[in-house]
């Protein structure tokens, strides 16, 4: 559905400062799947989801949606920018309009559909969100910090993007703030069907999220695949400043400790399972 080939973008191009930010990535996301794209700071996640909706234009490579190369003209098409929707770190930063609902509908008004399609589209993602409808004509300024990172992300929403882009979407937010936006974008992929990417530091979002992984490190694709392919390779992630969750490395301590049980567990819900288990096989 959405692909890289080669993908690479140097920042100062023939300059003193000349920067290779990405460099010949091949990354690809099929129909309805969950990658998340991790990797230390300065590893070109964010250089290389600003290319997935032609934000940036590569300095070689490829960017294909749907098998068609999105650069193939002088410019990416206008829909594609519908199609695949980006949602910036701290979005709500970028909030201008009056009304929550008014900021809402600037997507779906920039797509030219009726005051009718729009004010559908804007309560529809109002409630996938989480946000009342009784706060759409609230000013966005009067709301909490995380009130705020959801009607950027229902920006996004409103325009049904195929693909959904989220670069970190729960930095800065409590520990329940980060589950409700989680929960959230999951709901969001279990109804319409779309495809999602989480770009985010935090290896307990990826585990709580996604199915599969993408793993930057200096420009590169250093590791890709299903989470528990991804995480069982816990001394490769370390060697490029990452590591499995804290849950999985006290599964992996127990394990080694010689404790039979599935060290494949990401969150406290999986690990507490997996305990259970093991305590009532000794018991039978």
């Not at 191009?13 to 099929?30: I, N, Q, S, W, Y």
């Not at 693909?163 to 980060?178: N, Q």
Request: a negative charge.
């Amino acid at each position: 559905m959405l692909e890289t080939q080669k993908l690479t973008f140097i920042y100062g191009a023939g300059t003193p400062f000349e920067r290779r930010a990405v460099d010949a990535v091949d990354f690809k996301l099929h129909e309805g799947q969950c990658m998340g794209l991790i990797g230390h700071t300065g590893s070109g996640k964010s250089t290389l989801i600003q290319h997935l909706n032609g934000l940036l234009k590569p300095t070689s490579g490829k960017v294909l949606f749907e098998g068609a190369d999105i650069w193939e003209g002088k410019k990416p098409a206008r829909e594609l920018r519908f199609k695949v929707g980006l949602v910036f770190q701290y979005p709500e930063y970028q909030l201008f309009e009056e009304t929550i609902a008014a900021d809402i509908a600037f997507g779906p008004k920039n797509m030219g559909l009726s005051e009718t399609e729009t004010a559908e589209r804007v309560g529809e993602a109002m409630d996938f969100v989480g946000l009342e409808a009784s706060l759409s004509e609230k000013s966005p300024f009067d709301l909490s910090g995380g009130q705020k990172r959801r009607v950027a992300i229902a920006g996004v929403i409103a325009m049904r993007p195929r693909v959904l882009i989220l670069d970190e979407p729960t930095a800065g937010l409590d520990p329940s703030g980060r589950r409700e936006i989680l929960a959230h974008i999951k709901q969001y992929r279990q109804v319409t069907g779309a495809a999602i990417v989480l770009v985010t530091h935090s290896m307990e979002d990826i585990a709580r999220t996604v199915d599969d992984l993408t793993v930057l490190s200096e420009a590169r694709v250093v590791m890709s695949g299903n989470l528990r392919e991804v995480f069982s390779r816990g001394d490769e992630l370390e060697r490029v400043g990452l590591a499995v969750p804290s849950i999985t490395q006290i599964m992996l301590r127990l394990r080694a400790m010689g404790i039979t049980l599935d060290a494949a567990a990401y969150t406290v819900e999986d690990a507490r399972r997996e305990l259970l288990r093991v305590k009532g096989a000794s018991h039978a």
